[in-house]
């Protein structure tokens, strides 16, 4: 049916996930219980992901949220001219329209004449070790990581990365060690308290490239 | 240092994450200081369940926003423009409306069955049952 290790998805799976692999159609095979042939594809590649959730395609009308967009933008102008930080939440049910309002955000700051730095994390529902699996996408973002670089180019990037936004930082100073964790950034290193100085330090950080 | 650049930092699905990310997330929004920089967490309502106080403080720092249901009557403007036209006949508008629930995800499913599975006769305006709230947007081959 489709070499072994390779992923086959049927129809519903396929057009929910279109927009984020790439799949190449099979011809359609008999399955137990069905009477007719399904088709199905293999997922060829991901397409990558830089930061940033790769188009879904044409989007529903945005409706409705103006007052909220509103709020957003109003967050995003304090910040900017305090200098300061803002955190919104962003709460409601699935469908309600939490990303797309996002969207809308980022419409928004692309318009804006200043040049201004938008990085995405996603939360995932599984697995353990994946504390800061969100946190390791916008970093993979920042150091220009691709999925299928290999420990040592991600080792190289990362390293990069912390000299160029980092004051004073040598070049060495990303641990190499398992060089796998480069690559999954979300695993779990140190304890809770790991972050400890992270946000506090960001008037360490010079610009974001 | 001269220009700083302002950063927005998006984290999807909050509800997902572990304490220790909440944590992280927390810290960064009651701590930082000296950079220009906009959180924007989104999350089911679940986050509250687990972390009542999430989002609560620090005064002007942190703020929630809370997506409603859609009114009707943008819910209306809603179907009318993913169908390209209004529903007004036979009842089939209010049973859209209460099939939808406000809920954008919904309206668009909703209004992709019709569609696809000819119940909408777009000359005559005439809308069919539509499918139960939650089915599942699978479409049927044609």
């Excluded at chain 1, 670089?149 to 100073?173: C, I, S, Y």
């Excluded at chain 2, 679940?46 to 009542?52: A, I, N, Q, V």
Aim: with cysteine.
């Amino acid at each position: 049916m489709a070499p072994v290790g390779s992923v086959l998805v049927g129809e519903a799976t396929y057009r929910a996930t279109r927009g984020l692999f790439d799949y190449q159609p099979l011809p359609p095979v008999r399955v137990k219980g069905k009477a007719e042939p399904l088709p199905v594809w293999v997922a060829a590649s991901a397409r990558g992901r830089l930061g940033v959730a790769v188009d879904q395609g044409p989007a529903t009308p945005f409706l409705g949220r103006e007052a909220e967009l509103g709020q957003l933008q109003r967050s995003y102008a304090t910040a900017r001219d305090e200098g300061s930080v803002r955190l919104v939440t962003v709460s409601g049910e699935p469908g309600v329209g939490k990303s797309r309002l996002v969207r809308e955000l980022r419409a928004f700051v692309d318009a804006q004449p200043e040049l201004i730095a938008w990085r995405e994390g996603h939360c995932l529902p599984y697995g353990e070790g994946i504390s800061f699996w969100a946190l390791g996408e916008v970093l993979k973002a920042q150091a220009g990581i691709l999925e299928f670089d290999d420990p040592a180019t991600v080792a190289a990037k990362l390293a990069d990365m912390v000299a160029a936004v980092v004051e004073g930082a040598g070049r060495a100073p990303v641990a190499r060690d398992p060089p796998g964790a480069a690559a999954r950034p979300g695993q779990r290193h140190g304890g809770q308290d790991g972050h400890a100085g992270a946000g506090g330090d960001l008037h360490r950080l010079a610009p974001l490239p | 240092m001269a220009a700083r650049r302002p950063l927005v930092l998006v984290l999807e699905d909050l509800h997902w994450a572990d304490d220790a990310l909440l944590a992280f997330v927390r810290h960064l929004a009651e701590e930082a200081r000296g950079a220009s920089l906009l959180v924007v967490a989104t999350t089911r309502p679940e986050l509250f369940d687990r972390d009542p106080d999430w989002g609560q403080g620090p005064p002007g720092r942190a703020t929630t926003v809370t997506l409603a249901p859609l009114s009707d009557a943008d819910t209306t403007r809603l179907i009318a423009a993913l169908l390209g036209r209004a529903v007004a006949r036979d009842g089939a508008h209010a049973t859209l409306l209460g099939r939808i629930g406000g809920n954008p995800l919904y309206a668009e499913q909703v209004c992709r069955m019709l569609d696809d599975q000819g119940l909408l006769e777009r000359e005559t305006g005439r809308c069919g049952s539509p499918p139960p709230r939650r089915s599942c947007p699978t479409r049927s081959r044609r």
